[in-house]
């Protein structure tokens, strides 16, 4: 194992344990959107939305091209797309019922409930 920065992990960790942030990599995976359409189709504030999405940004999760509200992100698929592969590994090897559990359509529901909470834990 290569020697690794636990700021960096707990920084780019720190982005993805946010439910709101999670729930907008999930739209993220429709393509590209401005903050507006992310907003929308989370049925969030604007300002919410914008917020995580400059955390995801900071952390190299998302992409922007554009200017103000022309602007739009989308995941960034060179980091995106291990990690999603990385996941459905783990999934598979050592949580197998994780996927009869729910369907994706109760857990796309379960996202867009959890986004909605206003409870914000910021670590500095």
């Given at each position: 194992?290569?020697?690794?920065?636990?700021?960096?992990?707990y920084?780019?960790?720190?982005?993805?344990?946010?439910?709101?942030?999670?729930?907008?990599?999930?739209?993220?995976?429709?393509?590209?959107?401005?903050?507006?359409?992310?907003?929308?189709?989370?049925?969030?504030?604007?300002?919410?939305?914008?917020?995580?999405?400059?955390?995801?940004?900071?952390?190299?999760?998302?992409?922007?091209?554009?200017?103000?509200?022309?602007?739009?992100?989308?995941?960034?698929?060179?980091?995106?797309?291990?990690?999603?592969?990385?996941?459905?590994?783990?999934?598979?090897?050592?949580?197998?019922?994780?996927?009869?559990?729910?369907?994706?359509?109760?857990?796309?529901?379960y996202?867009?409930?959890?986004?909605?909470?206003?409870?914000?834990?910021?670590?500095?």
């Amino acid at each position: 194992m290569e020697n690794f920065s636990n700021e960096a992990y707990y920084l780019f960790f720190s982005a993805l344990a946010n439910r709101t942030r999670l729930a907008i990599i999930d739209v993220l995976k429709e393509g590209p959107k401005s903050i507006s359409g992310v907003s929308d189709a989370l049925e969030q504030d604007e300002s919410v939305v914008a917020y995580n999405i400059k955390r995801l940004e900071h952390s190299a999760l998302l992409r922007s091209v554009g200017s103000g509200k022309e602007k739009l992100y989308s995941l960034n698929m060179e980091i995106v797309e291990p990690l999603s592969e990385l996941l459905t590994f783990h999934t598979n090897k050592y949580c197998p019922d994780l996927k009869s559990c729910i369907t994706l359509e109760k857990l796309k529901e379960y996202m867009k409930k959890e986004a909605a909470k206003e409870t914000f834990i910021e670590h500095a």
